[in-house]
Each structure stands twice: as structure tokens, then as C-alpha cells.
Nanobody, 116 residues
Framework: VQLVESGGGLVQAGGSLRLSCVAS????????MGWYRQAPGKQRELVAR???????MYGDSVKGRFTISRDNAKNTVYLQMNSLKPDDTAVYYC???????????WGQGTQVTVSS
């Protein structure tokens, strides 16, 4: 299973970014997908998750600003991030759980930096 993130970068506070994660080697449409983030000196935390049937959940700090979605035809999960704040600065990781292997998988991460 391979997860490849893209879309990170530097943005000013109040701006937007869209992250993408392309999955391969897994039956994508059957998998829950998620985004987590880790800032320097902090633990990795949930940003958003989406189930195989499209149910979503969000971390409290991003509710109302971020939207997770998936395109099963493209094996891709997205994270639309609006109204970005400096506190959103972190490395963002794509995540999935594969039911065949019963294992977690993580992408390599993409850096998001929000300047004030």
C-alpha cells in the first residue's frame, strides 16, 4: 500500500490550500481514509476522517474550516483547508486502514506552513 500526498506549501493566514492523497496497492473504495497532522514538539493529531461510505468526522480545531472528500474513481482523498491559521502549521499525513492486511498505512507527509 502506498499513499502519496501533495498540495502542501506556504500560505498567508486566511488563505486556502487543498491537499491530495493518491492511494495504490489497496482496495481504496473499501477503506476509511484520513488526514492527521503533527506540529514540531506536539503529538500527531486527527484532522479529518472519511469512511468508505462517506461519513466524515473532524478534529475540533478545524471544524467549519476544513472539508475532507474522496473520489473513489481516482483513488484519491482530498482535504480542502480554508481560513488557515498559523496554528495549522504542521506536517500533514494521509492515513488508511486496509481490511485485507488489517494494518495502518501512512504517507510520507506534506508540509503546510501558514504565515501570520
Amino acid at each position: 500500500v502506498q499513499l502519496v500526498e501533495s498540495g502542501g506549501g506556504l500560505v498567508q493566514a486566511g488563505g486556502s490550500l487543498r491537499l491530495s492523497c493518491v492511494a495504490s496497492g489497496t482496495m481504496f473504495s473499501f477503506n476509511p481514509m484520513g488526514w492527521y497532522r503533527q506540529a514540531p514538539g506536539k503529538q500527531r493529531e486527527l484532522v479529518a476522517r472519511i469512511s468508505a461510505i462517506g461519513s466524515t468526522m473532524y478534529g475540533d480545531s478545524v471544524k467549519g474550516r476544513f472539508t475532507i472528500s474522496r473520489d473513489n474513481a481516482k483513488n484519491t482523498v482530498y482535504l480542502q483547508m480554508n481560513s488557515l491559521k498559523p496554528d495549522d502549521t504542521a506536517v500533514y499525513y494521509c492515513y488508511t486502514w486496509d481490511g485485507r492486511t488489517r494494518s495502518d498505512y501512512w504517507g510520507q507527509g506534506t508540509q503546510v506552513t501558514v504565515s501570520s
